[in-house]
């Protein structure tokens, strides 16, 4: 079946611009993640939904990152006012159920900032 | 705070050898241990994983072994083979939350 999306697969702003990434996760999936992966490292946990809640978003760097989902299923992660050191890929995961289950990650967002 | 150590960063093998990657995790609390393989340009992809009920689990070519007295988990590959070369990232994460923990990855190049 299909796997997580998620657009665009490459977005390229000016420095405080505002930016939007979409996240589709796999259907039935109750459980969306985000996290952010900087050049040659980790990924760094952002946001956890359940549902249209988000149990724990203490990954979010700052009140300029924000994310909401609707309807259980959609995502979206907005990020104001870029900055350069915002420059990432963005990955989204899902999950069947909720905490503990085995996340499937999407392609990822390569989001520039000059 | 919580944190997961992996090594090495970089592993380079001969095909048909082995390779091995360590991880160790801070938070005693965690149960759940991914391990994800990563090729250039994609999303990770989970490889195999283990809870902590669990000391050892088998797949193939792939294992994976966790020592929770030590907070250390290990991946081993054996019979590499060219198209296992990609960064494999090790996760600790817990039952009650959604968060997984990565470590900072280890680039694994098999030579053919």
């Known amino acids: 079946g299909a796997g997580v999306s998620q657009s665009p697969s490459n977005k390229v702003t000016e420095k405080g611009k505002d930016v939007e990434l979409r996240c589709d996760p796999i259907?039935?999936?109750?459980?969306l993640y985000w996290y952010r992966q900087s050049l040659g490292q980790g990924l760094e946990f952002l946001i956890y939904?359940?549902?249209?809640?988000?149990?724990?978003k203490s990954g979010l760097p700052s009140d300029r990152f924000s994310a909401e989902r609707t309807g259980g299923s959609v995502s979206t992660l907005t990020i104001q006012r870029t900055q350069q050191e915002d420059s990432a890929v963005y990955l989204c995961?899902?999950?069947?159920?909720?905490?503990?289950?085995?996340?499937?990650f999407g392609p990822g967002t390569r989001l520039l900032v000059l | 705070g919580e944190n997961v150590e992996q090594h090495p960063s970089t592993l380079s093998v001969q095909e048909g050898d082995s390779a091995v990657i360590k991880c160790t995790y801070s938070?005693?609390?965690?149960?759940?241990f991914p391990w994800y393989k990563q090729e250039l340009g994609k999303g990770p992809q989970l490889i195999i994983d283990?809870?902590?009920?669990?000391g050892e689990k088998k797949d193939q070519r792939i294992a994976v072994t966790l020592n929770k007295t030590a907070k250390h988990f290990s991946l081993h590959i054996t019979e590499t083979q060219p198209e296992d070369s990609a960064v494999y990232f090790c996760?600790?994460?817990?039952?009650?939350?959604?968060?997984?923990?990565f470590g900072q990855g280890t680039t694994l190049q098999v030579k053919p």
């Open positions: 938070d005693s609390a965690s149960n759940y």
């Open positions: 995961a899902s999950s069947f159920g909720g905490a503990g289950e085995t996340q499937y």
């Open positions: 939904f359940q549902g249209n809640s988000a149990p724990d």
């Open positions: 996760a600790a994460g817990m039952s009650n939350t959604g968060k997984l923990i």
């Open positions: 259907s039935g999936h109750t459980a």
């Open positions: 283990i809870r902590s009920n669990v």
